[in-house]
């Protein structure tokens, strides 16, 4: 890394990459760097830091619409909506304790070229769900909008969600849009303790499939809970969570009708406001695997796939895993260097399909192995089409996505 | 509208109609193929029936073998190809092209998957948007967007023009309800996009697809989200002196944190309109009525109806009613939802306008809309998705009056330039389609535009696929390619680098 270019307005953006397809010069685009970890590194001898391009645009909370400039730091924006009471609904991941890294580092724009979302991704959807419009420079180094600030719009094709998770190889974002919502009055997580994969997954599907308006749902094995228990949550053995937001009136009802309805399997217990939110901050940072050498995926599989996606890797190879968004998500450590790639894809494929992502290793392996799910091939040509149309020297964060 | 110039269809393609036609039935045999003017009729026109066209030929393919093999002829042979669902779209998005094969999904209506576990449901594209609740309600799961056209439009027409409903602010649109697709590109290639998980695993080709309106490939199964009904929903009937009050209140009620399953506004001519045609009880006196619907557990409904009660009496509501019973909660309804065919009663003809504007402009958007419907001499009726933003005004017009079909048009365009100067969209859930396409420059920019045709080029290089929708300008792919670039410098050479 040699040369960095910091442009302060959406102009300077577009003078820096219509400079870099000029000289077929590839950049790496960046907010403050924090995902520089994640993802597929990118060979460039010049980075395009977009943090000075930072401050909210407009923020209207009666109308439930934020707008920033793409380096506006993440914190910036949940403190401001946190002044009214409001908040991102897909509660995006901080990515900081799992890469060793200082939390809340991140800025809007990254957030948006991750995709990021959380544990309530269940009820809530991503980033993308959230994401109204974008301001952007693509790699012909041409300034586009797409998108407005209004939820209901079909006025062209949806680029701002079709660009949020293209890791910054479509287009250099210098304004985002995103839809808030506000936020729940309180909240408790109701705690069941002692069940195996099996019947926590029976559990999820029976509360998610029930009125209760469940917001995340996790099952941690008793080695995974006991890593949070000494990180302060109250946890022992098993751990089946199922997050209520809301009203203070409507969760206590909804609490009733959970335990209604799971009677039988495991003993109960209930997490207040305060301890519900940070025991579901934990689970969704993926705090189990902090500060461990392990190599750690991230599975996205069927809800109800994921015990069963578990049982094969674990069979297969000596690993940890617990799984979030009602069996959805899978968190998966394991001891290197082998990062199990083939093993972990043939269960992906064994359970019916999905998505594996290695999200955290030493830069060769994230050159060497597919840290994205590899995709067939008319997809794949497709989705190069796709690319080149946006940037057709490849100047934007080459080889971010693949090889 | 009237204005609207379709591509010239080619006289080529045209002499090579029996060809055509011949190979079509080849690939698809039985009674897959239509080529009789008589039995084209049916499909000469969407529910923008003011514009009609014969297609070449309909094809009616019932095997995704088919659809695939169609459409590899007609790129093969520079056959356009123009999808169509139920054809209810209201901005002439089936309207088929004289020089085109016009491609029906009709036969695909079968539900193909049910699996509560995952609360996710696989259906091929042209069962209705209604049919896909039919099919999970006694499981006790339904599908939250409902577009007022749900009994008779398409899923697959529902990706089209991501539509929504009046329950979207809670629920989200089509495209936050659909989580896989399969797809057919105009080479006849079939992709596969997500599925019952949730991560993309490339580029959110998904998100591209919902809201593209035919133009970039043809939907052959969707995998939908099913949610848990709400154990109750109520509403409450609120009147107001004026809309500004109705608008305050709306404000204060996501002000204080709470977002109703649907929230609708109408204004005087409608309130009265509908209160003719139905009887549902609305205050005739009232400038502005808004239904409030509430979902969800009992005891969060009780709650917040105490508070939205307490709120609309603080807005100056001059009349609140909370509905008691499924029935009544039905009446509430039956009125906003026969604002349409209300407003055809007092009026020979009407034209349905689809913008969406900030919320907060209301008051004085409707303001406006009164100035210009006095300038074009024409009245028009307002419904409005309170919630979301998203403004129908209905203008009322008569056809058979020399020149008010004009005036209408004019008047509607006016209308959804005035929502883009309040910083809102041409078009909020109807599509751009034809009817809107010539006011895209009103909102874009050519570079807008240009990118957005680039990403056509990328699934449709020779633009078979819907041409003279949605773009106002074709480009052709390779001119839409090149790049200028000027070597030079190092960009902003006085900024510190480091």
């Not at chain 1, 994640?38 to 009666?62: K, N, T």
């Not at chain 1, 790639?341 to 269960?347: M, P, Y």
């Not at chain 2, 809309?243 to 506004?265: L, N, R, T, W, Y």
């Not at chain 2, 009880?281 to 400038?287: L, Q």
Request: aromatic share 6%.
């Amino acid at each position: 890394m040699s040369d960095t270019l910091s442009p302060r307005s959406a102009d300077e953006v577009r003078e820096a990459v219509q400079w870099a397809a000029a000289e077929e010069q590839p950049l790496e685009v960046l907010g403050t760097g924090s995902k520089r970890a994640l993802g597929r590194p990118v060979q460039a001898a010049h980075a395009l830091d977009l943090s000075a391009l930072s401050g909210i645009m407009l923020y209207e909370p009666a109308e439930l619409v934020i707008s920033a400039l793409a380096g506006t730091p993440l914190a910036e924006i949940e403190a401001a909506l946190d002044a009214h009471s409001q908040e991102l609904a897909f509660d995006p991941i901080d990515y900081g304790a799992l890469l060793g890294q200082a939390p809340g580092a991140g800025t809007v724009g990254g957030m948006i070229g991750a995709n990021l979302a959380g544990s309530k991704r269940l009820k809530f959807g991503a980033a993308r769900d959230h994401i109204l419009g974008m301001e952007a420079v693509s790699g012909r180094g041409e300034i586009f909008k797409s998108g407005g600030r209004v939820v209901k719009n079909v006025t062209g094709y949806d680029l701002p969600r079709t660009l949020t998770g293209s890791w910054g190889t479509l287009a250099v974002a210098t304004r985002i849009t995103l839809k808030v919502q506000p936020r729940a009055e309180t909240e408790a997580t109701f705690v069941i303790s002692g069940l195996n994969a099996r019947e926590a997954t029976q559990a999820m599907t029976a509360a998610m499939g029930s009125s209760a308006e469940v917001s995340a749902a996790a099952h941690l094995p008793p080695e995974i809970a006991a890593v949070l228990s000494a990180h302060g949550h109250a946890l022992s053995g098993a751990a089946t969570l199922l997050r209520l937001e809301g009203f203070a009136s409507s969760v206590d009802y909804r609490f009733a009708a959970l335990k209604a309805l799971l009677q039988g399997g495991g003993t109960v217990s209930r997490l207040e406001a305060e301890a519900s939110r940070a025991l579901w901050r934990d689970v969704r940072d993926c705090r189990a695997f902090a500060g461990t050498d392990e190599l750690v995926w991230r599975i996205s599989v069927a809800p109800t796939a994921g015990a069963d996606f578990i049982a094969r890797v674990q069979a297969a190879f000596a690993c940890r895993a617990y799984c979030d968004w009602s069996g959805g998500l899978v968190w998966l450590a394991v001891s290197g260097p082998d990062p199990q790639a083939d093993a972990v894809r043939a269960a992906v494929a064994g359970v019916g399909g999905g998505h594996a992502m290695l999200v955290r290793a030493p830069a060769p392996l994230r050159t060497a192995v597919a840290v994205f799910q590899p995709q067939p091939e008319a997809l794949a040509a497709l989705s190069a089409r796709i690319k080149a149309q946006f940037d057709p020297h490849g100047v934007l964060n080459p080889g971010r996505m693949g090889s | 509208m009237s204005g609207i110039v379709m591509p010239r269809p080619d006289d080529e393609v045209l002499a090579r109609r029996g060809e055509i036609v011949a190979a079509l039935k080849r690939l698809v045999p039985g009674e897959g193929v239509i080529d009789a003017a008589v039995e084209m009729r049916a499909y000469e026109s969407d529910a923008l029936t003011a514009y009609r066209q014969l297609p070449l030929v309909v094809v009616l393919p019932e095997t995704v073998e088919q659809v695939s093999a169609v459409l590899r002829y007609c790129h093969e042979n520079n056959v356009k190809v123009v999808p169509r669902g139920a054809g209810t779209s209201l901005s002439g998005g089936a309207l088929p092209v004289g020089d085109g094969v016009l491609l029906s999904m009709m036969k695909f209506n079968q539900v193909l998957d049910i699996d509560p576990a995952n609360r996710a449901a696989v259906v091929q594209p042209g069962v209705t948007n209604l049919g896909i609740t039919r099919a999970v309600e006694h499981l006790g799961f339904y599908y939250a967007p409902d577009p007022s056209s749900q009994i008779a439009c398409s899923i697959g027409g529902n990706i089209a023009e991501n539509s929504g409903g009046v329950h979207c602010l809670k629920y989200g649109l089509t495209t936050n309800n659909v989580l896989g697709l399969e797809m057919v590109l105009v080479t006849g290639e079939v992709i596969r996009l997500g599925g019952k998980h949730l991560d993309a695993e490339g580029y959110d080709i998904l998100a591209l697809m919902t809201g593209s309106e035919g133009l970039l490939g043809v939907v052959t199964e969707v995998t939908v989200r099913i949610l848990q009904k709400p154990e109750t929903a109520r509403a409450a009937l609120i009147g107001f002196p004026t809309s500004e009050d109705g608008g305050q209140c709306v404000a204060d009620i996501i002000g204080a944190g709470i977002i109703p399953g649907g929230m609708e506004m109408m204004d005087e001519l409608a309130i009265n309109a509908a209160e003719d045609f139905v009887n549902a009880g609305y205050p005739r006196d009232a400038g502005a009525l808004l239904i409030v619907e509430l979902d969800g557990p009992e005891a969060e409904v009780d709650y917040l109806l105490g508070e939205i009660e307490t709120i609309a009496l603080r807005n100056k509501a001059s009349s609140l009613r909370v509905s008691t019973s499924e029935e009544e909660r039905n009446t509430f309804w039956a009125g906003r939802k026969a604002a349409f065919p209300a407003v055809g009663r007092i009026s020979p003809d009407y034209l349905c306008m689809d913008g969406t504007i900030p919320r907060k402009a209301l008051p004085e958007v409707l303001t406006r809309m009164r100035a210009l419907g006095e300038t074009h001499g024409l009245r028009c009726a307002n419904v409005f998705h309170a919630g979301d933003g998203n403004l129908h005004p209905l203008i009322l017009y008569d056809a058979n009056q020399p020149g008010q079909l004009e005036a209408a048009e004019a008047f509607g365009a006016d209308i959804l330039k005035l929502c883009v100067e309040f910083d809102g969209v041409l078009t909020g859930e109807h599509g751009v389609g034809i009817e809107k396409r010539d006011l895209m420059p009103e909102m874009f920019t050519e570079d807008d535009l240009k990118q957005q045709q680039r990403v056509k080029c990328a699934f449709d290089p020779k633009q078979l696929l819907n041409p003279g929708k949605v773009f106002p300008v074709l480009h052709r792919c390779a001119e839409l390619g090149r790049m200028h670039v000027h070597k030079g410098q190092l960009p902003f050479p006085d900024i510190p680098r480091f």
